[in-house]
């Protein structure tokens, strides 16, 4: 008898939980049609309460579904898929894990699987990713579709060469991160001149949200938007000015190659 499951979830971390929000909420597939497995009882509980299925191992996950999303660290690739060789032989595999290459994936597992690579980000929690994805060891296009289908219930999808995935994690992957940090030192700045902590955070946040659609929906390029704020001898010029001097461009530059340079270490 044929297994009722079709999609399962190595791990039950935020961004397995986000993928499957994502699922649950466009209706692409039924919560009885979904798995997972995770090492923590509690969020296996947490799953189970939402009317998934819960696997009692990898093995027994890799067994029940066609495909299956690795959302594990990839520090632990190797300990985890270097046992499910027997139970992965025609699968789906589609990967979230960052610097991990498909071909060493199929490595571990002795072959016979197809892989998809993702990068999400973590807006992914909200609807509002961004993913960039890849054709792997074996994967077909319809097996590329069908991982663009399912991401694109919770972002926006963009496909990429597989080579191109360590470099592109600075860009959407880690880059949540230092949007926050540059809102963190508006709002602080706020907060010291007087304004409520709270306040500053959702002003700065808000400007982010209304900045970013601005590039995406207004037709202009960074540099005209950029113009469009900076009066002649005005306030923004003038701040903008300290950016140059402190070298942003180089701090930003420097930071993205650091983020691409560890997924490269991390990469196998």
């Known amino acids: 008898m044929s297994s009722p499951y079709k999609i399962g979830f ?20 039924p919560p009885e049609t979904l798995c997972v497995f995770d090492i923590s009882e509690e969020k296996r ?49 589609i990967t979230i894990m960052a610097g991990i290459s498909s071909g060493y994936i199929s490595e571990l597992l002795g ?62 992957g880690s880059s949540p991160a230092f949007f926050y940090l540059f809102a963190k030192y508006i709002a602080d700045f706020g907060q010291a001149c007087g304004f409520d902590r709270q306040a500053s955070i959702e002003m700065a946040a808000s400007t982010m949200v209304g900045s970013g659609k601005m590039m995406l929906e207004s037709g202009y390029s960074p540099e005209e938007l950029i113009q469009m704020v900076s009066s002649p001898g005005g306030t923004t010029l003038k701040g903008l000015e300290a950016f140059y001097q402190s070298d942003l461009e180089q701090i930003v530059q420097h930071a993205c190659e650091e983020t691409a340079k560890r997924a490269y270490e991390l990469g196998k």
């Open 45 to 93: 509980s947490f799953f189970s309460s939402q009317g998934l299925s819960v696997a009692e191992s990898e093995e027994a996950l890799f067994s029940r579904c066609d495909t299956v999303f690795l959302c594990v660290k990839p520090q632990v690739a190797p300990d985890i898929l270097g046992k499910l060789g027997a139970v992965s032989k025609g699968k789906l595999l």
């Open 111 to 172: 072959g016979g699987v197809r892989v998809v690579r993702a990068m999400p980000n973590t807006p992914l929690l909200l609807g509002s990713g961004t993913v960039a994805l890849s054709a792997g060891v074996g994967a077909e296009e319809c097996d590329v579709a069908l991982a663009e289908t399912i991401f694109s219930a919770s972002g926006s999808v963009y496909r990429i060469p597989e080579e191109k995935m360590n470099d592109v994690i600075p860009v959407n």
């Open 10 to 29: 190595l791990g039950g971390g935020n961004m397995a939980g986000a993928i499957i929000k994502g699922i649950l909420g466009s209706a692409l597939y």
